[in-house]
């Protein structure tokens, strides 16, 4: 299986320096990581403009890594995240090659596609208050690097009403997020980062004016 640093421009060789520990077996952990993203999201191209998809987990474990996580199996199951929702891998593949934590946080944000998708974005929003610390992170550096794009690159498919509606929905998600780090995680300033950058992007978009509303979204998605 081939594997380079250089596999997509938005990814420096120096990735990982000064943020996780030395040790040699984490540096190995998150490079295997990113082998086995790269080999499973081989196939898939990004909607909003056929890029490689594997951009994309690599844009969420930089946007972490900005954030000054520095815990591997965070880093690690940011870059698997999307693996087992949107190829044939499975739990049970991620906890045998990355370990039993891995496969909690890749599990905590994998939607679960047997779902109409109007539900999947409704257990978004009720899953907040059960999964673990590293998966909210994961789940927060998901939303800024999609919204990022989206308003940069939208969807060809999509109207000005599904990217309003798509960023009222992760607004929904943040701030039940944002609820839960000021009680439980208040020392984790992590979080904070990650927020701050969130609501920049929420204030930009202006779509508070927009008339679009979370109901309004789930509805759309029945459709």
Same mark, same amino acid.
């Given at each position: 299986?081939?594997?380079?640093?250089?596999?997509?421009?938005?990814?420096?060789?120096?990735?990982?320096?000064?943020?996780?520990?030395?040790?040699?077996?984490?540096?190995?952990?998150?490079?295997?990581?990113?082998?086995?993203?790269?080999?499973? /999201?081989?196939?898939?191209?990004?909607?909003?403009?056929?890029?490689?998809?594997?951009? /994309?987990?690599?844009?969420?474990?930089?946007?972490?890594? &900005?954030?000054g996580?520095?815990?591997?199996?965070?880093?690690?199951?940011?870059?698997?995240?999307?693996?087992?929702?949107d190829?044939?891998?499975?739990l049970?593949?991620?906890?045998?090659?990355?370990?039993?934590?891995?496969?909690?946080?890749?599990?905590?944000?994998?939607?679960?596609?047997?779902?109409?998708?109007?539900?999947?974005?409704?257990?978004q929003?009720?899953?907040?208050?059960?999964?673990?610390?590293?998966?909210?992170?994961?789940?927060?550096?998901?939303?800024?690097d999609?919204?990022?794009?989206?308003?940069?690159?939208p969807?060809?498919?999509?109207?000005?009403?599904?990217?309003?509606?798509?960023?009222?929905?992760?607004?929904?998600?943040?701030? &039940?997020?944002?609820?839960?780090? /000021?009680?439980?995680?208040?020392?984790?300033?992590?979080?904070?980062?990650?927020?701050?950058?969130?609501?920049?992007?929420?204030?930009?978009?202006?779509?508070?004016?927009?008339?679009?509303?979370?109901?309004?979204?789930?509805?759309?998605?029945?459709?």
């Amino acid at each position: 299986m081939f594997f380079c640093l250089n596999y997509s421009p938005r990814i420096n060789l120096n990735l990982f320096k000064g943020v996780v520990s030395p040790n040699k077996m984490d540096y190995r952990k998150l490079t295997e990581a990113m082998r086995f993203a790269v080999y499973k /999201h081989r196939l898939q191209k990004r909607k909003n403009d056929n890029a490689a998809y594997i951009i /994309h987990p690599f844009g969420v474990e930089e946007k972490l890594e &900005k954030a000054g996580v520095k815990d591997v199996d965070i880093l690690c199951a940011a870059i698997l995240h999307d693996t087992v929702e949107d190829t044939e891998t499975t739990l049970e593949e991620i906890e045998s090659q990355f370990g039993e934590n891995v496969r909690e946080m890749v599990n905590d944000v994998t939607d679960d596609k047997s779902l109409p998708k109007h539900e999947r974005k409704l257990r978004q929003i009720e899953k907040v208050d059960f999964i673990a610390e590293g998966s909210l992170l994961i789940k927060l550096a998901d939303k800024l690097d999609n919204l990022q794009d989206i308003l940069e690159y939208p969807p060809i498919n999509w109207n000005n009403e599904r990217v309003s509606g798509y960023i009222i929905w992760s607004r929904a998600v943040t701030e &039940k997020i944002r609820n839960r780090a /000021h009680f439980h995680f208040q020392n984790n300033h992590c979080f904070s980062y990650l927020l701050g950058e969130l609501e920049k992007i929420y204030e930009k978009s202006g779509v508070s004016q927009s008339g679009m509303t979370l109901e309004k979204y789930i509805e759309m998605m029945k459709i």
